[in-house]
């Protein structure tokens, strides 16, 4: 196993295990704001840090640069979009006590992110893995049929929203923080625009009168940030393929957390096409292990 892939495998299981954890702590803790206050809240302090980490690091030289590149900052308009619509559905999922059906949504996005490797940018895709597609893509049918009655449209937007992001994102060539910091400022006028809206009618939590709330919304910006470069720094070491993989991580705790702390339904079905979900996680790492 060479280094580069060592480092992009530990950098993208810190991010996954952030994500699928710490990160649902934190946002459920301050979800009784409303989910559209958080989602400004996470778009405008995730900027903040940015800008504040990008002169720590002196990189403005670097940031100003890649300005003049238009392909790049059309891409980075793009992904910016989909991590913004990834954004407000998952504290959507959390306000409303859907963490079961959102981390659902990030089991179906590994797979998707396997297949948009192999397609455009021709990742290797032997008979282990295509085994582990087949075993969860059964699982997905098995959990699409068991709700054929109500679409899991939290869980599909989640799973294509940031399965196409990782697939636009590996595709830009940039530093990982200059790419998150152009992607957040793309987002921030409209997320200073809706806190104004939200801070004139009077729904704003945030208040020099609440200093403590008012700090725990302020971690919004690295509850973000450090999760997100990690796992993108992992993308451009290893490939969509393994890092999609490894990101299952993030969907069984946010499962484990869902359904033994916050006490959301779960049923037989949901459990048998999560052991189906893993069993190819398994086959499809030890696949990773062998060839690296």
């Known amino acids: 196993m060479n280094s580069n892939f060592k480092k992009g495998l530990t950098l ?17 803790l301050v979800s009784f704001i409303g989910h559209a206050e958080l989602v400004v809240h996470r778009c405008l302090w995730t900027a903040v840090m940015l ?16 300005l003049n590149n238009k392909t790049k900052l059309i891409g980075l308009f793009i992904s910016g979009s989909l991590i913004f619509i990834n954004w407000s559905i998952w504290i959507y999922a959390v306000a409303t006590e859907r963490i079961i059906d959102a981390s659902f949504g990030y089991f179906i996005m590994p797979i998707i992110s396997v297949l948009l490797g192999y ?19 059964i699982s997905i049918v098995i959990l699409i049929i068991y709700n054929l009655k109500s679409l899991p449209w939290v869980g599909l937007i989640v799973a294509f929203s940031w399965a196409f992001y990782n697939l636009v994102r590996k595709k830009i060539e940039i530093d990982t923080d200059i790419g998150l910091l152009i992607e957040s400022l793309f987002i921030f006028p409209f997320a200073l625009f809706a806190f104004y809206i939200i801070s004139k009618n009077g729904f704003n939590d945030f208040s020099f009168e609440k200093p403590a709330l008012s700090l725990l919304l302020l971690l919004a910006g ?10 993108v720094r992992g993308v451009e070491l290893i490939g969509l393929g393994p ?26 079905v949901k459990f048998v096409s999560f052991i189906i979900i893993w069993i190819a996680v398994i086959i499809y790492m030890n696949d990773l292990y062998e060839k690296n």
């Open 51 to 66: 800008i504040i980490t990008t002169s720590f690091l002196s990189k403005w030289k670097i940031f100003f640069k890649e």
């Open 222 to 231: 690295p509850m973000t940030v450090i999760p997100l470069f990690l796992y």
């Open 119 to 137: 397609i455009f940018f021709k990742e290797d895709l032997n008979k282990k893995r295509t085994f582990s597609i087949i075993l969860v893509l």
């Open 243 to 268: 890092t999609g993989m490894i990101f299952y991580i993030t969907p069984t705790l946010q499962f484990i957390l869902g359904y033994f702390y916050y006490d959301e339904d779960f049923s037989l």
């Open 12 to 28: 993208t299981s810190l991010g996954s295990f952030w994500w699928g954890f710490i990160g649902v702590i934190y946002f459920e």
